[in-house]
């Protein structure tokens, strides 16, 4: 845990709704980040993980399961309701540059 050493940040983080920050979508990050011009917007370039998907010839639960992927983070994905995080689209560029290659790496290891 780290430790706050300002009285100023003690208060905020006290005050802080962290449940409505938690029920943030993606949509309404974008729409405070582009309200504010102090805010750095997101600078990682949109993957398209149906796409990626599809070109495998897999089903939601196929790609999920070959890829180690939860079905519902698949989902969420898809639908735009979340975009893969940093990790996430290194592996999703992966996949759509050598998919069965991947398949094979992620089977031995």
Do not use: C, H
Request: proline residues 6%; glycine residues 4%; charged residues 30%.
């Amino acid at each position: 845990m780290v430790k706050i050493s300002s009285k100023a940040a003690r208060r905020a983080l006290a005050a802080t709704d962290w449940r409505k920050l938690d029920a943030m979508t993606d949509e309404d990050i974008a729409r405070q980040i582009a309200a504010n011009p102090d805010a750095a917007p997101d600078m990682a370039p949109a993957v398209d993980v149906r796409a990626i998907r599809r070109a495998t010839g897999m089903t939601q639960a196929e790609f999920a399961a070959a890829y180690e992927f939860s079905v519902r983070t698949v989902q969420e994905w898809e639908r735009g309701a979340k975009r893969p995080s940093g990790p996430a689209r290194t592996l999703l560029r992966a996949i759509k540059g050598d998919p069965e290659g991947l398949r094979r790496a992620l089977a031995a290891a």
